[in-house]
T-cell receptor, first 113, second 110 residues
Framework: NAGVMQNPRHLVRRRGQEARLRCSPM?????VYWYRQLPEEGLKFMVY????????ESGMPKERFSAEFPKEGPSILRIQQVVRGDSAAYFC???????????FGPGTRLTVT | QKEVEQNSGPLSVPEGAIASLNCTYS??????FFWYRQYSGKSPELIMF????GDKEDGRFTAQLNKASQYVSLLIRDSQPSDSATYLC??????????FGTGTSLTVIP
């Protein structure tokens, strides 16, 4: 049973470009969470999605950031017009149900130059 | 006040000793509690989860939950150098949002 998959693992973008991060949950999981982790800091919740629905986006900046989890295909975290402060590790986690344990993907390391 | 608080450490224990990691949380209505291990440069890995007051044991790991005191801990028996990592406490709050502590860095000295 494949775990949570994320791609790309490393992404370099220049300021002003767009970054698209993808996450495929574990088989049988329909709940996806996105987190951001800055160096030497803790995990910060960004957004919680189920298929075709955003359940909680309270942790996501209102500008430039968006997330989706379509009926078919992976969940996507999109960052428009990236700035240096967006450089971080972005982790996706999935769970089999609301409130259940979360399993993390390997993360995408975003570097904005 | 942070939702989840952990002592950042670093915590150092000799090989073979018991490592005790502690976590407190602010949302009294929280029902689900998790411990993750994160090696440097890697993603968090789920070690234990606990929902009920008391102890839950899995191999060398024991999670302890005291909802009245809003306290959850992780004990690692017979600590090994490979246990050296950052341990993250996570709590599912009443709004079904996960809150993570900033983690405790553990070093097991051979």
């Amino acid at each position: 049973n494949a775990g949570v998959m994320q791609n790309p693992r490393h992404l370099v973008r220049r300021r002003g470009q767009e970054a698209r991060l993808r996450c495929s949950p574990m088989k049988g999981h329909s709940h996806v969470y996105w987190y951001r982790q800055l160096p030497e800091e803790g995990l910060k919740f960004m957004v919680y999605l189920q298929k075709e629905n955003i359940i909680d986006e309270s942790g996501m900046p209102k500008e430039r950031f968006s997330a989706e989890f379509p009926k078919e295909g992976p969940s996507i975290l999109r960052i428009q017009q990236v700035v240096r402060g967006d450089s971080a590790a972005y982790f996706c986690a999935s769970s089999p149900g609301q409130g259940g344990e979360q399993y993390f993907g390997p993360g995408t390391r975003l570097t904005v130059t | 006040q942070k939702e989840v608080e952990q002592n950042s450490g670093p915590l150092s224990v000799p090989e073979g000793a018991i490592a005790s990691l502690n976590c407190t949380y602010s949302d009294r209505g929280s029902q689900s509690f998790f411990w993750y291990r994160q090696y440097s440069g890697k993603s968090p890995e789920l070690i234990m989860f606990i929902y009920s007051n008391g102890d839950k044991e899995d191999g060398r790991f024991t999670a302890q939950l005291n909802k009245a005191s809003q306290y959850v801990s992780l004990l690692i028996r017979d600590s090994q150098p490979s246990d050296s990592a950052t341990y993250l406490c996570a709590v599912m709050g009443t709004g079904n949002q996960f809150y993570f502590g900033t983690g405790t860095s553990l070093t097991v000295i051979p």
